[in-house]
């Protein structure tokens, strides 16, 4: 296997950007795709985040319309990348930014929960590359500021989930306005049915490329199961969060409304918490994001959707507060933890109910998850009956003191981990 990315093709203004963002080596999957993607093949690409599959489709479409040389024009996109989410466009719109620094390529991004003028300006700018989630996209085909008959490569990331998402009927109309003689890539992170039925529909000819592990579970995430039932969850989240391991956790519910009372309860036990999900307006859920990033806030209580994709360094920890409704969404979740070859911890809560779940999951990752025993539970309960005493006691006197003590010891807290 080709070990550079100059040996794969990469051109110089490429190589230098990839030098400065710290990209070594090509990962397995950019090894494999990029001299055939700029070669003009169509890729079937079954991969999940995390593999560098971005900076696989990314660079050689970025070069090839670097090498055409041809200036952008107004509404006409050259390019476009469909993502299922904001969160997952506005990442690859970063990544492709810092990729194509050292040139003078244009790309943009739009989704909808925001204003779409400053969208629309862009557009009219002209840009080389377009990221976009579905619906925006379609409701600005029809008002008439884009034109997708320019289009050379198209990029359908994450398929799965837009399928999932309800997305396809949408990807459809999209991929009937492209030129038939367009590039495509298709990349998912499972191979359904609906999956394969689109790629049949999308793709001419493609080279598959699969990088999904053999065990859909990351390997080294020590994964663990805690039974007890839904009333005590808010307690042991508590205790689990006193984990001395623990620098920065994404905590999983399976609603929206569950989002924001899981968050609000660890706000009022001291944590500093905040919640995303898609009923946060987009500067919101963009804020949480930054807050998290910048270790503003350590605990993340996310759904699904909110968090699929997203790329975070150092999440030392990925809590279920419940279990997903389908399997392959704890393989999602836990994949957020040890990422780029750090280890991670993935404890998952289960209720009673939620059993056959569990199963299902271990089915899947065919794997037995270790469960703690109910003894140790119920100590660790008393123990976090304790804390929370003392942490509501101690929120009585910060509030007593102007709210400064609270914020001292989440700030100390920070710093302890920081050091550590
Ligand atoms: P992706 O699967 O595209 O979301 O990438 C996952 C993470 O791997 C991102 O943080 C990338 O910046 C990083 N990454 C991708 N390719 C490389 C590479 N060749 N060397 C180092 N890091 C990489």
Redesign the pocket.
């Known amino acids: 296997m080709t070990q550079t990315f100059a040996a794969l093709g990469v051109s110089s203004a490429f190589l230098s950007a990839l030098q400065d963002?710290?990209?070594?080596?090509?990962?397995p999957i950019?090894s494999k795709s990029v001299a055939l993607l700029l070669d003009g093949h169509d890729l079937m690409g079954v991969a999940q985040?995390?593999?560098?599959?971005?900076?696989a489709f990314a660079l050689p479409l970025l070069q090839r319309l670097d090498q055409a040389n041809e200036p952008a024009r107004p509404r006409q996109p050259k390019s476009l990348i469909l993502a299922p989410t904001r969160e997952l466009a506005l990442q690859i719109h970063t990544?492709l930014e810092n990729f194509a620094k050292n040139t003078s390529l244009r790309s943009t991004v739009i989704f909808g929960g925001v204003g779409q003028n400053p969208q629309v300006r862009q557009l009219q700018k002209g840009v080389d590359v377009l990221v976009a989630t579905p619906g925006r996209l379609l409701d600005l085909v029809g008002q008439g500021y884009v034109d997708l008959s320019m289009i050379c490569v198209l990029v359908l990331d994450e398929a799965d989930r837009l399928l999932d998402m309800g997305f396809i009927p949408d990807v459809k109309r999209i991929v009937q306005q492209t030129p038939k003689s367009r590039q495509s890539l298709l990349f998912s992170a499972t191979m359904s049915k609906g999956v394969s039925q689109l790629a049949r529909n999308m793709l001419r000819d493609p080279i598959r490329v699969d990088v999904s592990p053999k065990q859909p579970t990351v390997k080294k995430i020590d994964q663990r199961v805690i039974m007890v039932e839904n009333p005590d969850k808010l307690e042991v989240l508590q205790t689990l969060l006193h984990d001395e391991s623990l620098s920065r956790a994404i905590v999983f519910t399976r609603t929206k409304h569950g989002a924001n009372k899981v968050a609000k309860k660890l706000c009022a036990a001291g944590v500093s918490a905040d919640a995303i999900h898609g009923n946060k307006s987009q500067s919101a859920r963009q804020r949480a994001l930054a807050d998290f990033k910048k270790g503003r806030t350590w605990v993340l209580v996310a759904t699904d959707i909110a968090a699929r994709g997203l790329?975070i360094e150092g999440v030392s920890h990925v809590i279920n507060f419940e279990l997903p409704h389908e399997p392959e969404g704890y393989v999602h979740r836990i994949g957020r933890t040890g990422?780029?070859g750090a280890s991670g911890v993935a404890w998952s809560l289960v209720d009673p109910s939620e059993v056959s779940r569990l199963r299902a999951v271990e089915q899947l990752i065919r794997l037995a998850l270790s469960r703690f025993d109910k003894a140790l539970n119920k100590l660790d309960l008393e123990d976090t009956r304790r804390r929370t005493t003392q942490a509501a006691t101690n929120q009585a006197d910060s509030r007593r003191e102007g709210g400064s003590s609270r914020k001292r010891h989440d700030r100390q807290r920070r710093n302890q981990r920081h050091a550590a």
């Not at 963002?21 to 990962?27: F, S």
């Not at 985040?49 to 900076?55: E, F, I, R, V």
């Open positions: 963002i710290g990209y070594k080596q090509p990962t950019q985040t995390g593999t560098g599959k971005t900076a990544e790329d990422r780029a």
